[in-house]
C-alpha cells in the first residue's frame, strides 16, 4: 500500500497578507516528511497565484527534518528569482540545521515578521542580514 | 551512568517516524545530552528511517523498520533496520558549499547523519539492510575518595 497522497495531508499554517507580502505562519510542531509535502504544495500553490514575496513563520517548528528543509528549498527554486522567500525566528536547534546544510547561506533569516517584511519591501541587494 | 537497549519498531510510513524520533530525543535528554545532541540524534535517525521508507521499502506501508538504540558507558549506538531492497550504499557527503546559487531540492538526509555522528555504516545481508550510527558520549570522570 501506497503512502497517503499530499492532497490528504494536513499542514496547519495560518496566512495573512502585509502589503504586497505574504505572510506563512506554520503551525505545526514538526515539519517532517509527514506534514512537508503539504506544505511543498501549499507554497507551490501560492507562488502559483501570485505570491512571490513570501515569509515563513517558523517561530513554532520545534523539529525541522531534510524534508522540511527540501520544501523550502524548492519553493524558493519555484521563485527563480523572481521575488523572495525569507525566514522567520527558527529556533536555535532548527536554525543549526540550516547552518549545518549551509541553508542559511541561501536563505534570508530573521528574527522576527517586522524585520523580514521590511526586507521584503527593500530590494535584496540592500537588506542582506548577516547569515 | 546506567545502561541498556531498546528496540522499536513502526510500520513503514513516515506519518510514524515521528514517534521514533521522540523516544530518541527523551532518551538521550536523559543520558543527558544537551538539547542540541538530543535534536541532531533524533534528526540523524529520522532520517535513517525516512531513508528506509523511501529507498529500501519504495513508499510502501506493511514493511516494518526496527530502530535499535544502545546505551553504553561511552557511546551509543543506533542501528535502523528494514528487510526492503539493498540500496549500493551511503552516497558520500558531497561539498556543502558547491550548490549555493542553485541548491538542490533533495538530499540531505545523509549529509545530517554524517555530520551529527561519530560513525556511519551501512551493510545488507542479502536479507536485511542495516544503517548504524555510533555517538560518542563525553566521558565524565569520577573522583576516587
Known amino acids: 500500500m501506497h503512502a497517503p497522497p499530499v492532497e490528504n495531508m494536513i499542514m496547519e499554517l495560518q496566512e495573512r497578507i502585509d502589503g504586497d507580502a505574504l505572510v506563512a505562519t506554520v503551525l505545526e510542531s514538526r515539519l517532517d516528511a509527514s506534514s512537508a509535502p503539504a506544505l511543498k504544495k501549499r507554497m507551490a500553490a501560492l507562488i502559483k497565484d501570485g505570491h512571490h514575496r513570501l515569509a515563513l513563520d517558523l517561530s513554532a517548528v520545534e523539529f525541522i527534518d531534510s524534508s522540511g528543509l527540501s520544501a523550502m528549498v524548492s519553493a524558493l527554486r519555484q521563485l527563480q528569482g523572481d521575488g523572495d522567500l525569507v525566514l522567520i525566528a527558527p529556533r536555535n536547534t532548527v536554525l543549526s540545521m540550516f547552518k549545518l546544510t549551509r541553508l542559511d547561506r541561501v536563505f534570508r533569516i530573521f528574527p522576527d515578521q517586522t524585520q523580514a517584511l521590511a526586507a521584503l519591501a527593500s530590494p535584496i541587494s540592500q537588506c542582506a542580514p548577516d547569515r | ?145
Open chain 2, 1 to 145: 551512568m546506567r545502561t541498556g537497549s531498546i528496540s522499536l519498531t513502526i510500520d513503514s510510513e513516515f506519518q510514524h517516524v515521528f514517534l521514533v524520533g521522540i523516544a530518541v530525543q527523551q532518551i538521550c535528554s536523559w543520558i543527558p545530552l544537551s538539547d542540541q545532541s538530543a535534536f541532531e540524534m533524533e534528526m540523524a535517525v529520522v532520517e535513517a528511517v525516512n531513508n528506509s521508507i523511501e529507498h529500501a521499502c519504495h513508499n510502501q506501508s506493511g514493511h516494518p523498520i526496527t530502530t535499535r538504540m544502545k546505551l553504553s558507558e561511552d557511546r551509543i549506538i543506533f542501528v535502523i533496520s528494514d528487510a526492503g531492497d539493498a540500496v549500493i550504499g551511503l552516497p558520500e557527503m558531497p561539498a556543502l558549499d558547491d550548490h549555493l546559487a542553485s541548491p538542490p531540492e533533495r538530499g540531505r538526509g545523509v549529509q545530517i547523519m554524517r555530520a551529527v555522528m561519530d560513525e556511519v555504516a551501512y551493510r545488507t545481508d542479502g536479507t536485511s539492510n542495516f544503517v548504524t550510527m555510533v555517538k560518542y558520549l563525553p566521558i565524565v570522570r569520577t573522583e576516587d575518595n
